[in-house]
Structure formats: structure tokens, C-alpha cells
Nanobody, 115 residues
Framework: QVQLVESGGGSVQAGGSLTLSCAAS????????MAWYRQAPGNQRELVAS???????TYVDSVKGRFTISRENARNTIYLQMNSLKPEDTAVYYC?????????WGPGTQVTVSS
């Protein structure tokens, strides 16, 4: 079973930036499409950005132009560069693969954006 550990969250003011990291155990990481998800209080978890094994990226409309997903297969790590952060980006951010069945969720990393 793959284990996921997210890091890099924090508290920033609106307009600020953060870079999240997700380290995955397991030798098959490189073949999996991966994604970042987030869950705000009272909301369902939503997919924010995804990246295929070949590097094709997709984004939810609300973060297009502000967030960038990337992966470093040699380190079994994916990243989420977040710029121009807004208060509505406040959530716990998780990574996982982008198809079912999902792996067990990691602890997530909290991102708080103040206005």
C-alpha cells in the first residue's frame, strides 16, 4: 500500500504564495496519474489539479492561472505551486492518485488564507 505525506501548508495573506509537496512511498509511483484535492470545512473534498504520468495537467476552473501542479518521479513527489491565493482557497490539501480505487489518504496539509 502506498503511503502519502503532504507538507508545505501554512497561513498567508490574500495574494500570497505557497508550495505544497506530497511524498509517496512505493515503486510504482511513476506510472500513476496523480492529483491534488482539497476539503474546506463543511464541504466535500474536491479535485483541484491533476497530472498524468506523461505530464499532462488539468485544473479546476477556480485555480486556473494561479496554481501549477508538477511531479518529480525520481523523488516520488508531486508539488502544487499556489500563487495569488484567495480566502476561498482555505482548506486541507491532500494528494492521491487520480483514478479509483484511491489510495489511503494522508494527513493532509492545512492552507489558511486571510483577507
Amino acid at each position: 500500500q502506498v503511503q502519502l505525506v503532504e507538507s508545505g501548508g501554512g497561513s498567508v495573506q490574500a495574494g500570497g504564495s505557497l508550495t505544497l509537496s506530497c511524498a509517496a512511498s512505493g515503486r510504482l509511483f511513476t506510472i500513476h496519474p496523480m492529483a491534488w484535492y482539497r476539503q474546506a470545512p463543511g464541504n466535500q473534498r474536491e479535485l483541484v489539479a491533476s497530472i498524468t504520468s506523461g505530464g499532462t495537467k488539468t485544473y479546476v476552473d477556480s485555480v486556473k492561472g494561479r496554481f501549477t501542479i508538477s511531479r518529480e518521479n525520481a523523488r516520488n513527489t508531486i508539488y502544487l505551486q499556489m500563487n495569488s491565493l484567495k480566502p476561498e482557497d482555505t482548506a486541507v490539501y491532500y494528494c492521491n492518485r487520480n483514478f479509483s480505487p484511491l489510495w489511503s489518504w494522508g494527513p493532509g496539509t492545512q492552507v489558511t488564507v486571510s483577507s
